[in-house]
């Protein structure tokens, strides 16, 4: 739906999104690794399936391997999406040393490797719940050779 007063509103407060997040990161990391890696959605799903999310790389190939069915719902993709991309940061986080969350101008939060590489693991979430690919393990992988 376009509604021009909401998209002005939306571009002169997403400034303030991003600064505010850059703020909470830069003084609880650890608060907002927490927060991060929450993803309530995910957990729900994988735990229907039975599969338990210990934030390891194993549990990146196991969600690899669920049958998507969330795919029948269109309004939960996204949000799903997200989740995966947070989850996947986690791990990452959580194995790959010297890696941390890093926030985009815009609010988008990234993952900084120790070489300076900058991954959008949200936009890698959300592709992989819409289409399965990449495969969360693969990003891993990538993330973990650096």
Do not use: K
């Not at 990234?110 to 949200?122: A, K, T």
Request: hydrophobic residues 45%.
């Amino acid at each position: 739906m376009n509604i021009p007063f909401l998209d002005n509103w939306r571009r002169r407060h997403a400034a303030a999104h991003g600064t505010a997040l850059v703020e909470a990161l830069a003084e609880d990391p650890e608060g907002v690794t927490e927060l991060f890696s929450e993803c309530e959605m995910l957990r729900a799903q994988a735990g229907a399936a039975g599969l338990e999310l210990d934030e390891t790389p194993r549990s990146l190939e196991a969600l690899d391997q669920l049958m998507p069915r969330w795919r029948r719902d269109p309004e939960a993709v996204p949000w799903l999406g997200n989740d995966a991309g947070l989850y996947l940061g986690t791990v990452i986080i959580r194995s790959v040393p010297g890696s941390g969350w890093q926030v985009w101008p815009n609010g988008q939060p990234v993952i900084r490797l120790v070489s300076g590489r900058e991954l959008n693991v949200v936009e890698a979430g959300i592709s992989w719940a819409v289409t399965g690919s990449p495969e969360l393990f693969q990003v891993f992988a990538e993330a973990a050779e650096v």
